[in-house]
């Protein structure tokens, strides 16, 4: 059974520019969610979504988006970059509603210059 | 918001030694998980625990859902070079929260 894979791994942007980052769920899973760590902050929630609904977010400004498709394939969105949006942001799917088992991808490394 | 305190910070063990690090909440958790992160990789579910005073093992880590439903903990025993790495609590309070909040990690190091 494939795991969580997210696409790229590695991205550079220029500040300013907009970024598209794109995760597929365990088969089966339902549940998508993402998360923002940096050294300084460790990991923190962005948002989660359901049957391509968000039912939750975290506490980033609204720069930071995301959208879940029919086939509870996922991307988040993040406009303008800045310098401190670098981080590693990863996807985690669940087979239904978060706080149950989450299972991580490996990451997208997004350096912002 | 949710606060996660994780301890030690870091952690230099001897090849062989028994680990213990735990994580207290300033609010009741309804799951907690326990992950192991390597540099570059996403972090690997080790243990999930569902239920107060539930004690759960996996090989040679074995966690527990503290009473009071605010801590956990997670014991490695008999470390081995490959147990490095970065171990995550994470908690969840529940239906209605669909997110996890995160302690900020204990960085383990064995000496061979």
């Known amino acids: 059974k494939a795991g969580v894979t997210q696409t790229p791994r590695y991205l550079i942007k220029t500040r300013g520019q907009q970024v598209t980052l794109s995760c597929s769920p365990i088969?089966?899973?339902?549940?998508v969610s993402w998360y923002q760590q940096t050294p300084g902050q460790g990991l923190q929630f962005l948002f989660e979504y359901f049957s391509e609904t968000q039912r939750n977010k975290g506490n980033f400004p609204g720069r930071f988006s995301g959208r879940q498709f029919s086939n509870s394939r996922s991307e988040m969105n993040v406009s303008t970059l800045e310098l401190g949006d670098s981080a590693l942001y990863l996807c985690?799917?669940?087979?239904?509603?978060?706080?149950?088992?989450?299972?991580f991808g490996q990451g997208t490394r997004l350096t912002v210059v | 918001g949710q606060q996660l305190n994780q301890s030690p910070q870091s952690m230099f063990i001897q090849e062989g030694e028994d680990v213990s690090m735990n994580c207290t909440s300033s609010?009741?958790?309804?799951?907690w998980l326990w992950y192991k992160q390597d540099p570059g990789e996403g972090p690997v579910l080790l243990i999930a625990l569902y239920k107060a005073g539930e004690l759960t093992s996996n090989g040679r880590l074995t966690a527990q859902f503290g009473i009071t439903r605010k801590d956990s903990f997670l014991n490695i025993s008999a470390s081995i070079p490959s147990d490095v790495g970065i171990y995550f609590c994470?908690?969840?309070?529940?239906?209605?929260?669909?997110?996890?909040?995160f302690g900020k990690g204990t960085k383990l190091s064995v000496i061979p």
């Open positions: 609010s009741i958790f309804n799951t």
């Open positions: 088969s089966g899973h339902r549940s």
């Open positions: 994470a908690g969840s309070s529940g239906a209605g929260s669909y997110q996890l909040t």
């Open positions: 985690a799917s669940s087979l239904g509603p978060l706080g149950t088992e989450a299972f």
